[in-house]
């Protein structure tokens, strides 16, 4: 299986996800074939996820730029076509108080402000393209898993309230009936933007809004080779070159240490798996997941999951280190069983899709969008975490001003610098297996307490 540690781009024999976004969208988008010649663009983006596409869209629309999409396999091959289908006002994984603690009040609103647009860009771009992709209603729960985490999400409707002005609210247990069943829900943090779709028929009507625009997006076309002279960066693929006075580079989860040494080391390709089960009875809905929200747990390693229109439930979350790893039964099972903990009217429900993909995490947990000092001409977009549906369209449309030279400014000075390297190489994987081991730990403790 495809791993960026291993692996210097993602490879054409491995195959696509076998998702249920796919079979929901099993129509493959048209694009601009391999590119098959030496060819010059005002701007050159690597990966045609969600980050690509939306620079290649705001550089084309309202720029007026020539933007040229260099994509390993086809659009949305990578997070943008697998994900858990959440559109939040999130991105990257800090923790709102820590935020805070971290860099203080004014600059966390700041941050906050910028997720919000985050969140409006997905819907304008929803209604611009007229994308047809299954939108569900707004609506976000956080639910306590255990007793003691009621408390600690008071805490947390308390500082959305007070530091943001965001109406945020907390639901006492005895009033999930109707949103979420089963033994662990001991109340919910609901936030009212935000909303569940198909992510694959989004990231297509991404698309043919870019290449209607003017943009040029080419499939099996991996970046192989990266040179740079006289202030103009040209990027090599097995059929052809495009070269370019910029350069995004939009392959978050899927960068691979070998792109680019500047780049190399600075996100950590994390795996992330789904399942999505057959259809449940009404009565089976009605005393597990009622609402069409999102909803994802408490927990350290925590579970996200919803109710899909046809009555199917999708539930994710961490288990899988390494590539070779993330196709071992074990994880299928580790998911099914977490369900049917939450959730035990759902025990024998057969599963009908199972797969996995790579998100971008980095050191201090935070995204970017930047240009890449030491050189000229490149901006790079990332470290979304699992939560890069709508951070990355925005992380893509600020990428893409950038680049067109104009000034992007916000008042979160972390999201435009530089992430730090991380260290110990090809040891960092031991280090993420003791991690899971000991947030396992910690759940399984409050478990046995709750
Ligand atoms: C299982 C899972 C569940 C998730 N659930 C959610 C969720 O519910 N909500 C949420 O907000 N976020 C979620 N995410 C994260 C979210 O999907 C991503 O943050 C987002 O899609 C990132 O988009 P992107 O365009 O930056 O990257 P991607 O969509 O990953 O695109 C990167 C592209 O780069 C290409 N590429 C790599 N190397 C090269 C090269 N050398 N040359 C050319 N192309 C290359 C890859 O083929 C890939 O298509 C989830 C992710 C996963 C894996």
Redesign the pocket.
Known sequence: MYDPLVHS??PSQIPAADSYWRAMAPQEQPDDGTLASETRADVAI???????LSAALELTRHQGLRAVV????SA?????G???????I?GGRMPHAALIAQFGEATARAFFDELRAGLDTVRRLIEEGGIDCDRQPDGVYKVATFAPHAEKLQAEVELYNRVFGYPARFIQARELDGIHGGPEAFGALHLPDGFAMN?LKLAHGLQRMARAAGATVHSD????GWTTQNGLHTLRTPGGSVTAPKVIV???????NS?HPRLSSRVLPVH???IVTTPMSDAQVRASIPTDGCLFDTRELLF?YRRLPDNRVLF?GRSAISGADSTDPKHRAYLYNAMVRKFPALAGIGIDHWW????AVTRNSLPFFYQVPGLEGAFW??G?A?????F?MHAGTRLAQMAAGLPVKNGAAFLTQEPARYPFGRFLRIGQTLAYRWLHHKDARLAATS
């Open positions: 781009y993602p690597i990966g045609g996820g969600y980050t690509g260099l994509e390993a396999r949305a091959w990578g997070c943008s697998r994900n858990g289908s959440f559109a939040r999130s992510p076309s991996p970046v192989i939009a392959t978050n989860g899927y960068t691979s792109l992330s798996q789904i996200y994710g996995g993909g790579w998100v977009g990332g979304y699992g939560s890069g549906v709508s990355s």
